[in-house]
């Protein structure tokens, strides 16, 4: 049976195969997470297992030859970036074996996000995540190719804003978030400043129409960055991430974190900022997503985050901008995109008084 992938005509047609029919739940998920990136990638032999450090269990099995393996694919939920943001970075597939229900995920990067995606950090972090018990395990990856196959939960529902609405569920997520932050550090550290500043260079040379109001936003927002940095700081390993699309919900209200693309060493209210941004349409409504992660909301925190979800805002207006003039998939609203993320960086740096918050933090 031949399954056809969609959004990368570059990604190749899988097919049942030849190699050891298992358990997709059994000791062997490796061999057909390993088979199903090697299917992807004709001729490839350089896919790593991802438990070459610490399960030799699965490596011996993954080699086993006994008996033969079946894995088929379907094409997962389409991306969508309006009105919500979801699936856009990478072309997605779902494996089954042997006729069980999808239990693992083919990722591959799309060619338009290479520069903004780091395979070895995003998989090191995810590795760590779900080593915690917060984040699907990758099964196997090519960091070469930026693609990867990860634990598919199959009964687990993608969460949306309405959802993390819910306090117990927010309260959930934010518990997930902070047992990541006091793990291990992970392989790269950044800030949301670093990434306007790439994508302001990047822009200026391959969208010279940008808004008229960029250069004003963009000296607020360095300002900004001067603000916190006077303050201070600690960065800790984070999922950095706050889509409601990249949190799964499953059994009980338990939660799992999807997508480390942006994983990095960050500020912890950096992650409580993209969270209460993505979530609350009121800025006050931050307060709660403060208490469950400080046990208070201090004025001084409140400020922080909310100057970062301003910033945050402006570099996702960036990224729209450039990929409406660089992207070959004129088929995603990239622009509308940015005009959506500029609104709201405009309206709330009209709400805030950087003077005063640079004497609050």
């Given at each position: ?181 006091a793990g291990s550090r ?44 006077s303050a201070g700081l ?128």
């Amino acid at each position: 049976m031949l399954v056809r992938t969609i959004g990368w005509k570059e990604m190749a047609v899988l097919e049942g195969g030849t190699a050891p029919r298992v358990d997709p739940v059994g000791a062997s998920r490796v061999a057909a997470a390993e088979m199903g990136l090697r299917l992807a990638f004709p001729g490839c032999r350089e896919t790593l297992p991802s438990d070459t450090l610490r399960a030799p269990l699965d490596q011996q099995a993954s080699r086993g030859v006994e008996t033969k393996l079946d894995i088929t694919a379907q094409a997962a939920e389409p991306g969508v970036l309006v009105p919500s943001h979801r699936g856009m970075d990478s072309s997605r597939l779902l494996l089954s074996v042997g006729g069980h229900a999808p239990s693992m995920m083919l990722k591959v990067i799309h060619p338009d996000q290479s520069i903004f995606f780091d395979a070895e950090t995003c998989f090191d972090a995810q590795r760590k995540a779900a080593a915690l018990g917060c984040a699907p395990d990758i099964l196997a990856f090519d960091i070469a190719r930026a693609a990867w196959v990860s634990e598919f939960l199959d009964d687990w529902a993608t969460a949306r804003v309405s959802d993390l609405k819910r306090p117990e569920l927010l309260n959930a997520v934010i518990e997930a978030k902070k047992k990541i932050h006091a793990g291990s550090r992970f392989k790269s550290s950044w800030s949301v400043f670093d990434r306007i500043r790439m994508l302001r260079a990047a822009c200026a040379s391959v969208a010279p129409n940008a808004p008229e109001d960029l250069p004003p936003l963009l000296n607020s927002v360095s300002r900004i960055e001067r603000i916190i940095a006077s303050a201070g700081l600690d960065d800790v390993p984070a999922h950095a991430d706050g889509l409601a699309s990249n949190i799964l919900i499953g059994p009980n209200g338990r939660v799992q974190l999807v997508d480390f693309d942006e994983a990095r060493n960050v500020d912890p209210y950096y992650e409580i900022a993209l969270l209460a941004n993505e979530v609350f349409e009121n800025e006050k409504d931050y307060l709660l997503a403060l208490e469950m992660f400080d046990g208070s909301a201090r004025l001084a925190s409140f400020h922080r985050i909310r100057l970062y979800a301003i910033a945050d805002d402006l570099a996702w207006a960036l990224w729209g901008i450039f990929m409406d003039a660089t992207s070959p998939r004129k088929d995603v609203e990239f622009y509308r995109y940015a005009c959506w993320r500029l609104i709201r960086c405009r309206i709330a740096l009209q709400g805030v008084d950087l003077d005063q918050y640079a004497r609050s933090l």
